[in-house]
């Protein structure tokens, strides 16, 4: 038998650090929602009691360092399951763009594997497992809207963004979520307002919505990479209503409430951007199952 798993993307509507803990992680307040653009995941059953891993992406680890494997590799640990899975991954998230694609692939496979085996978990039990993995895990697991705080582990659902577009483009450079976090000032970085875009959810107030989208990582990637603020200004002028780096980056998203408006901007960012996709909200989780 052979089971498909969606693994969406996500971006951040806010993301904030409060502090670096003494064990080193960083205290953080995140508004996520997913977006439909999304890996493909399909486990099958192997005679072979061993995890493996098929992926196209040349960018993507084929071996223990993939986060899939690391999320079959603790569910077949922490179950003891003799059973084997191969885990064949189609890519259309970009790799390492702030979009957290490896930890919706992790997610998705804790999902699968979870009906797969039989194990009949609950989404708290599998996003409590996936923090062990990754910081993004947990939301990946519920997908929707949430506020996820501690490392990212606690999750809490919010309201959903009204229905809109999203126009996501991915500048061409590589961006070490290791150094943003190290070169992150505190005291100098710019603050989202979390409990005013949770406000705006709640009275499903696009426009509020748009007004509160803020990243406190934003100041140092774009810093590093002028080309995120060049594509954000590029996203405004063709007639974005907000933007907004989508974790520490380099993906760039935009809000727009008219698809002709989200094509319109699409095309214009072609000129200047491989990466360019126009995608819906999926923030109400629905396309999950
Ligand atoms: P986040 O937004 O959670 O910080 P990201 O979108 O910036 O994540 P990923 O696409 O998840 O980054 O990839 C980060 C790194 O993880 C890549 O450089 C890649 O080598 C490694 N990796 C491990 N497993 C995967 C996977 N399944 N898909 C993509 N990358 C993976």
């Known amino acids: 038998m052979r089971l ?3 693994a969406p993307a996500k971006i951040n509507l806010a993301l904030d650090v409060l502090y670096k803990r003494p064990d080193g992680y960083h205290e953080v307040e995140m508004v996520m929602t997913t977006v439909d653009l999304s890996d493909r995941i399909e486990l099958s059953p192997l005679k072979e009691n061993e995890i493996r891993i098929v992926s196209e992406n040349r960018f ?3 071996d223990e360092r993939n986060l899939a494997y690391k999320a079959a590799k603790l569910l077949k640990d922490t179950y003891r399951i003799n059973e084997g899975v191969e885990i064949y991954m189609e890519k259309y998230i970009p790799v390492a763009a ?3 694609g490896g930890s919706s692939d992790a997610a998705a496979t804790l999902r699968g594997l979870n009906r797969l085996w ?3 978990l609950s989404l708290d039990t599998l996003a409590e497992l996936g923090s062990h993995i990754g910081s993004d895990v947990s939301f990946c697991v519920h997908g929707g809207t949430a506020l996820a ?3 990212g582990e606690n999750i809490q659902q ?3 963004p009204p229905a809109c577009w999203v126009v996501l483009a991915k500048p ?3 961006v070490s979520t290791q150094t943003i976090y190290q070169q992150l000032d505190l005291n100098e970085a710019e603050h989202p307002n979390i409990p005013k875009m949770i406000e705006a959810l709640d009275a499903e107030d696009y426009e509020g919505i748009c007004a509160n989208l803020g990243n406190v990582l934003e100041g140092v990637t774009t810093k590093l990479h002028p ?3 060049q594509l954000k200004n590029h996203m405004k002028e063709f007639g974005a209503d907000a933007v907004l780096m989508s974790g520490s980056g380099p993906t760039v998203f935009g809000l727009v409430q008219q698809e002709s408006r989200a094509h319109r901007i699409y095309n214009g960012l072609r000129g200047f951007c491989e990466d360019v996709y126009v995608v819906r909200l999926l923030g109400d989780g629905t396309l999950l199952d």
């Open 4 to 6: 498909l798993e969606k």
């Open 60 to 62: 993507v680890p084929n």
């Open 98 to 100: 702030g979009l957290a």
């Open 118 to 120: 039989d194990l009949e």
């Open 149 to 151: 705080t501690g490392r």
């Open 158 to 160: 919010l309201t959903p």
């Open 172 to 174: 061409t450079v590589g």
């Open 227 to 229: 080309e995120v603020n």
